[in-house]
């Protein structure tokens, strides 16, 4: 993909708008979020060729990062880059926890408290609505991710 800004420029902006450390290592913390700074947009590593960044937030952890490279080809900067994820067991438990979840809640209740229907319903309504809400939320944060990305490197 071509960008609009020169390689100078493109750095600059990773320079300034990157906080330094490893992506796959960036965990949330919450409760400490008061006392930190967290003005820069992104987080990870890059040098003069590649780049692996992450949104750089406290509250919520990110589930893929940025990964690519950019050089310069008859005056126009081209930067190809990938999303992937941060870890598989991450994206498995997020995919796969609240099937595991439905399994496991109506066998407890099936086999050994043998509620009345509404509570099944009611739990098993829960589990799926978090399960949408849950995937829902990792694909916003993929399009927010790219879309920022795209915006504040001027990439077509």
């Known amino acids: 993909m071509k960008s609009k800004i020169d390689i100078t420029e493109f750095r600059n902006r990773l320079k300034e708008n990157t906080k330094i450390g490893s992506p796959k290592h960036k965990i949330p913390l919450v409760f400490f979020s008061l006392f930190t700074e967290n003005s820069k947009c992104f987080y990870g590593n890059f040098d003069n060729s590649t780049f692996e960044i ?3 937030s406290n509250f919520f952890p990110s ?6 490279t950019y050089k310069n080809i008859e005056k126009s900067l ?3 880059y990938t999303i992937e994820p ?3 067991l991450r994206v498995a438990y997020i995919k796969y926890f609240p099937v595991i979840a439905l399994i496991i809640f109506n066998s407890i209740f099936y086999l050994h408290a043998k509620p009345p229907i509404e509570i099944y319903i009611i739990s098993n309504l829960f589990i799926v609505f978090i ?3 849950s995937r829902l939320n990792i694909i916003r944060q993929n399009r927010n991710l790219k879309r920022k990305f795209n915006k504040m490197f001027e990439i077509n």
């Not at 589930?63 to 690519?68: A, R, S, V, W």
């Open 86 to 88: 941060l870890g598989k």
């Open 78 to 80: 081209i930067v190809n």
């Open 63 to 68: 589930f893929y990062f940025l990964k690519g």
């Open 131 to 133: 399960s949408i809400i």
């Open 54 to 56: 992450i949104k750089n």
